[in-house]
């Protein structure tokens, strides 16, 4: 259940003044979010942890410059988002074969999309190479232009249209394999 405006308010003074079981409630009331954030960024449920830890971690670093007059969410998660990008740039650097590796583009079947649920639609961008799945993302879910990707992922602008064509192509297989399947 996410606090109110005032709950908020008051449990980010807290924080700030050391209160543990303040940070334990705000840990709370995001993680499940937070989570969600994460897994759409991650190859699996133990790296979606990693990088909502790290998240978390500079939340409660850089809380002070956290304006507790406007809603909590937006601003963790871009912190996510970073923490996403550091995970991948600077913990576990993406290998640069996947930004080669070619998806074959079939058409997705009509109608396949409708019948897709949350968890299989999560699993198939899970199936993406890591720089793939954050240039997807971070393109078609979180609006960011390729300008803004390449800058954060570290990469050429053209690496980042590239992967997202690349994404999509590999999506739609994954897609049409699903539904072959069923």
């Keep these: 259940m996410s606090p109110t405006n005032q709950q908020l308010q008051d449990w980010v003074k807290k924080c700030l003044q050391g209160s ?4 334990r409630l705000l840990f709370e009331a ?16 133990e790296e979606a942890k990693e990088i909502l830890s790290s998240a978390f971690v500079k939340v409660f670093k850089n809380l002070k ?42 058409a997705a079947s009509t109608g396949t999309l409708d019948q897709i649920h949350y968890d299989d639609i999560l699993r198939l961008l899970q199936q993406l190479p890591d720089i793939q799945r954050a240039v997807f993302n971070l393109y078609e879910i979180e609006g960011y232009k390729h300008a803004e990707i390449a800058t954060m992922l570290g990469i050429m602008e053209g690496t980042s249209k590239s992967c997202l064509s690349r994404a999509k192509a590999t999506l739609r297989q994954l897609i049409e394999q699903l539904d072959s399947s069923k």
């Design 30 to 45: 995001f993680y499940s979010d937070g989570m969600n954030i994460a897994m759409r960024y991650s190859r699996n449920e």
């Design 65 to 106: 410059s956290f304006n507790s007059s406007l809603p909590f969410m937006p601003w963790f998660k871009t912190i996510i988002i970073h923490s996403s990008s550091d995970y991948y740039r600077y913990d576990h650097p993406m290998i640069k074969d996947e930004i080669g590796n070619s998806g074959i583009d079939i």
């Design 20 to 23: 543990r079981k303040h940070h």
